[in-house]
């Protein structure tokens, strides 16, 4: 059967490409999520590093 389902949001996917669909999904929605970049100097974070760079040079007066 073609389908499969996301193990983040139970979201599903069916047809011929259900898979690549899902694994797309899961890249796009859930894996950037999860990987964080975090201030090397206070707690704050983001899921984009160049927002932490940005915050480290504006907050923090790093190069
Ligand atoms: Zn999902
Ligand atoms: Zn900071």
């Known amino acids: ?22 694994q797309r999904h899961m890249r796009e929605e859930h894996l950037q999520a999860q990987e964080k970049h975090c201030c090397r100097f206070c707690d704050h974070s983001s899921a984009r590093k160049h927002n932490v760079r940005d915050h480290e040079k504006r907050k923090h007066g790093y190069p």
């Open 1 to 22: 059967m073609n389908r499969a389902a996301c193990t983040f949001c139970q979201k599903e996917f069916n047809g011929t490409y259900c898979r690549g669909n899902l």
